[in-house]
Each structure stands twice: as C-alpha cells, then as structure tokens.
Nanobody, 125 residues
C-alpha cells in the first residue's frame, strides 16, 4: 500500500536551512503529484509546494517562493523540500502528500489522497 514517511525536521534559527525528505513506497515517482503542506497551531493547513513527478513542473505558495525548492529523486523514490532563509513564521508541522493515481490536473490544485505523518519544523528568532 502507499506510504509516505517524512524526515528532516528540527529546530533552527532564523536564516537557517533545513531539507525535508519524503520517502514514498507502494508506488513509483513516475507520473503523479507530490506536495508539501504545513499546519501551524491554530491555523489552517497551507499548501506549500507541489511537483509533477512526470513533467517536473513545480508550484509554490507566495510565502515561500524564492526560499523553498521541491525536488525529486526517482532512484530513491523520494521527494525533498529544501528550505532556505527560514523565518519564525515557517514554524509548523510539515506534511508530505501524494495523489495516486494522477488525476491529470495541475498538481498545485489537486486534492491529495495520501499523507505522511508529518515532521516538525521550528524556527526561532
């Protein structure tokens, strides 16, 4: 069955960097959507970034454009979220998500049907 396992979260000072990983199993990163979301306490879940694993097309929330980069490693069946210039407002639980099978829609807009357990990112000022 489909499983997503996130790792790489932690605590960092403002201006620092972290790289989150999402190891996927039960399917291959060939032609589907993968996304990263985050949710801070008391706030709604926010879509952060997405990637079409077939075309490599990416999408980002305005709040992270220019600082975060989503990428994939097909050999490792893993998706990454490189986060640079982190800010205290980036503090949240980060979740990896997958749409399997792909609906054919733009990955930044799809409703994801598989989710990981989340990894905490804390940025201090």
């Amino acid at each position: 069955q489909v499983q997503l396992v996130e790792s790489g979260g932690g605590s960092v000072q403002a201006g620092g960097s972290l790289r989150l990983s999402c190891a996927a199993s039960g399917f291959t990163l060939r032609r589907n959507c993968m996304g990263w979301f985050r949710q801070a306490p008391g706030k709604e879940r926010e879509r952060v970034a997405s990637i079409s694993t077939g075309a490599g097309t990416t999408g980002y929330a305005d709040s992270v454009k220019g600082r975060f980069t989503i990428s994939q490693d097909n050999a490792k069946n893993t998706v990454y979220l490189q986060m640079n210039s982190l800010k205290p407002e980036d503090t949240a639980m980060y979740y990896c998500a997958a749409e399997v099978p792909w609906s054919g829609s733009w990955c930044y807009q799809v409703e994801y049907n598989y989710w990981g357990q989340g990894t905490q990112v804390t940025v201090s000022s």
